[in-house]
């Protein structure tokens, strides 16, 4: 498994067990999500 799935997927978890607050697991997941999105565009620069 890829470590952004498992970061992800542990924030999740942790969110759903009350371990964390939902805003520090929507922050977590937002970073997961930009590096998703870098990673999209830097295979397809016709997108900017």
Not at 2 to 26: F, K, M, R, Y
């Amino acid at each position: 498994m890829p470590l952004q799935g498992i970061a992800t997927g542990e924030a999740t978890q942790a969110a759903v067990g009350g371990l964390i607050s939902d805003s520090t697991a929507g922050a977590i997941n937002a970073v997961e999500i930009g590096k998703k999105a870098i990673d999209i565009i830097s295979l397809n620069p016709k997108l900017i």
